[in-house]
């Protein structure tokens, strides 16, 4: 299942759920739960705060990426570390970096189940 998993956040970390948050439901398991450890402090989030989360950054921004500097995989866990970057609806022209981020995924059914992520924003 490791290459698979490794699949399924390759899809998620390279789509735009963050903009068209309408995708959500493709990549995240009803069951989905997130364990955030942000520089404004922790949070969790089940699948229903987190979509709303989504709709809420998808409607700030014309696009996000990231790029991913490392990832490995074992089973149905998958740990990445990736910077995001965003190009706002004020400034569509100017993409910046918004945080760095070091995530484990577990997988289930081919979704997203759980998240446990560390993160902190980008000095510009």
Known sequence: ?????????TAFLDSDVFVKADNFDSFFHRDFKMHWHASSGYRDFDYDEYERITHVTAASYES???DISH???EKEEVAARFTVYVRT???PRE??????FISIFKIKDDKILEIHQTSHPAEN
């Open 89 to 91: 609806l004020e400034n």
């Open 1 to 9: 299942m490791s290459a698979k998993a490794k699949k399924v956040v």
């Open 64 to 66: 996000m990426r990231t």
């Open 95 to 100: 993409e910046v970096p918004v945080g760095y």
């Open 71 to 73: 990832m490995i995989s």
